[in-house]
Each structure stands twice: as structure tokens, then as C-alpha cells.
Nanobody, 126 residues
Framework: QVQLVESGGGLVQAGGSLRLSCAAS????????MGWFRQAPGKEREFEAA????????YYADSVKGRFTISRDNFKNTVYLQMNSLKPEDTAVYYC???????????????????WGQGTQVTVSS
């Protein structure tokens, strides 16, 4: 069993930055690809970024490519999402997820991911 706890959300002005963290319990963190998703009010949850078990490979949605960076520290059992040049349309609840398959597949396998965090709110004001 893996428990995921996100933190780092908040209110920021457009153009600003935030770094989200997702801390995982247990000693199996490095066995999972990790990803970040977000869900805005009235919209479906959507994929934002994923990182492979060892951190060698990363994948991004087109909407955040060049602005967001996913990283992980397997010694700290934590995955991060650095968000720069934030826009009002980035406002959403952000969730991290763990997947026993490949990071590349996380964007299309969201309904079959193994574990989810409870989410952290990010609000970008214009």
C-alpha cells in the first residue's frame, strides 16, 4: 500500500511560480512511475506530467510543456512539480498518482493508476 500526500498549493498571481510536492509512504516508491494530474471545476481530470521510476524519462502535456518540470527524489520518497509562468487557466486541484506500469502510459491510463493523493488546490489570479 502506498499513501500519497500532496502539498505546496496556494494562491499565486499570473506569471508566478509554485512547487508542488507529493510525499509517498512505504519503501516501494522507486517501483512506481509517478505523475501529476489536475482537475478544474466542471472539467475532467487531465494529465500534466509523468516521470519514470528512476527519473530518467519525463513526459508532459502540451499545455504545460516548457513551463512545468517534474522531478523525483527516491531517497526522500517525494515527487515534485515545479510550475513556472503560471496562468489563470492553470487553476485546478492538482493530484499526484503512482503507477506500476510505465510513465509514458500514465497519460492514457489514468483510470487504471494504482494510487492517488487527496489533491492540493492551486489558484492563479489574473
Amino acid at each position: 500500500q502506498v499513501q500519497l500526500v500532496e502539498s505546496g498549493g496556494g494562491l499565486v498571481q499570473a506569471g508566478g511560480s509554485l512547487r508542488l510536492s507529493c510525499a509517498a509512504s512505504g519503501r516501494t516508491f522507486s517501483r512506481y512511475a509517478m505523475g501529476w494530474f489536475r482537475q478544474a471545476p466542471g472539467k475532467e481530470r487531465e494529465f500534466e506530467a509523468a516521470i519514470s521510476r528512476g527519473g530518467d524519462f519525463t513526459y508532459y502535456a502540451d499545455s504545460v510543456k516548457g513551463r512545468f518540470t517534474i522531478s523525483r527524489d527516491n531517497f526522500k520518497n517525494t515527487v515534485y512539480l515545479q510550475m513556472n509562468s503560471l496562468k489563470p487557466e492553470d487553476t485546478a486541484v492538482y493530484y499526484c498518482a503512482a503507477y506500476g506500469g510505465t510513465a509514458q502510459a500514465m497519460g492514457v491510463m489514468s483510470s487504471r493508476l494504482d494510487y492517488w493523493g487527496q489533491g492540493t488546490q492551486v489558484t492563479v489570479s489574473s
